[in-house]
């Protein structure tokens, strides 16, 4: 089955930065784009990043935009959500899909930005 494993998450400060990785099985990750969602204390899950199945093409939600990047290597099964300039609002549980709506996601990896 359908299995996605996040990690990468951590403590951080404000303007710091981390990379996440999601490890896939149990589907062709290479047939699929892949998706970043996450999700802070109190708050719905909020879409953050896409990636086309060759990584050419990726896209992201207005307020990560310039600070995040989204890459993938398929040899390798893995998405990778590189974050840059990290600020308190960044704070959350962050999941990787090949679900457009967010279904399916991994246990997450929490990120915290504080300091």
């Known amino acids: 089955q359908v299995q996605l494993v996040e990690s990468g998450g951590g403590l951080v400060q404000p303007g710091g930065s981390l990379r996440l990785s999601c490890v896939a099985s149990g589907f062709t990750f290479s047939n699929h784009w892949m998706h970043w969602f996450r999700q802070a204390p109190g708050k719905g899950l909020e879409w953050v990043s896409s990636v086309n199945t060759g990584g050419s093409r990726t896209f992201y939600e207005d307020f990560v935009k310039g600070r995040f990047t989204i890459s993938r290597d398929n040899g390798k099964n893995t998405l990778y959500l590189q974050m840059n300039s990290l600020i308190y609002e960044d704070t959350a549980m962050y999941y990787c899909?090949?679900?457009?709506?967010?279904?399916?996601r991994g246990q997450g990896t929490q990120v915290t930005v504080s300091s």
């Open positions: 899909t090949n679900d457009r709506a967010g279904a399916g």
